[in-house]
């Protein structure tokens, strides 16, 4: 299902960010925009994989992951498994720019996902507004596009291009193994001989290709799973929440959930 939303200048002047169209479990045909749109896009990967080509890179988009396209960004893209489909939104407003920069997603570019369930959920929310008997929605497309970013900025880290093809390879490769040893302890030590590097060169490495370190990044990976798991497992105490994704000390995870959302893991579980 597609749909693209109309505003008027009124709107377009009164509202800071603005839902222009929406794709839901698109089976994607080939496109080609030297130009791009005039609009920011995100794009989700459901299932299958794709080809994104955007600034001379060449970029798979698999299911979980996402593709951020700024405005007037020339790309192309074309499905690599029959059964590619994705959701996708593009908007814009006169706070998309301040917005997204202050957000951390300053570039165009494919952002793995630490909690896959964030867009889907934000795509069916919106799906509900747009079925809904309401007559006047911009304003509501517009709460829930503002919630969706955010989200999705907390979520969501970048994996840059460099000269090095084996590089991006190596910081890949730790990425998906934080992701599926998340509730493990783990060492940067450890972990720098998994992958025959020193600690400082790997710390070096990641930071440089996805902006983040390395122990701050183990967290964030921790704290998406939390939230998931504060939803989906209600039977669990907070504490038992905590062990399940790496964190042994009650206290510690209080401190670093509430680093990265602003509030305690039981606020969250009520809110």
């Avoid at 080939?30 to 299958?48: A, C, D, H, K, T």
């Avoid at 867009?119 to 079925?131: A, W």
Wanted: include cysteine; proline fraction near 4%.
């Amino acid at each position: 299902m597609e749909y693209h939303i109309r505003v008027t200048k009124h709107q377009y002047a009164e509202i800071p960010l603005l839902l222009r169209n929406v794709g839901i479990d698109c089976l994607q045909e080939p496109i080609n925009r030297p130009e791009g749109m005039p609009l920011w896009q995100i794009f989700y990967g459901v299932s299958g994989e794709g080809e994104f080509v955007f600034e001379g890179q060449r970029n798979i988009l698999q299911e979980g992951q996402a593709v951020l396209l700024y405005p007037h960004s020339g790309h192309s893209y074309h499905k690599l498994q029959d059964s590619w489909t994705v959701h996708y939104v593009g908007f814009n407003g006169s706070a998309c720019l301040k917005f997204l920069s202050g957000l951390g997603l300053k570039e165009s570019g494919v952002y793995h996902l630490t909690d896959s369930s964030i867009f889907p959920s934000h795509i069916r929310k919106i799906s509900e507004i747009h079925d809904s008997a309401s007559g006047h929605k911009e304003l509501s497309y517009s709460k829930e596009l503002y919630s969706m970013l955010l989200d999705f900025s907390s979520s969501a880290f970048h994996v840059k291009h460099t000269d090095s093809g084996q590089e991006t390879g190596v910081v890949k490769d730790v990425i998906y193994y934080l992701e599926k040893h998340f509730a493990e302890e783990i060492s940067l030590t450890d972990l720098a001989e998994q992958f025959c590097m020193t600690p400082e060169y790997l710390c070096t490495l990641f930071r440089e290709q996805t902006g983040d370190n390395l122990i701050p990044y183990l967290n964030k990976v921790r704290v998406g799973k939390a939230r998931i798991f504060l939803m989906e497992s209600p039977d669990q105490t907070v504490r038992e929440i905590g062990e399940r994704c790496g964190f042994h000390s009650p206290s510690y995870f209080g401190k670093v959930f509430r680093e990265f959302t602003g509030m305690t893991p039981q606020g969250y579980r009520k809110g």
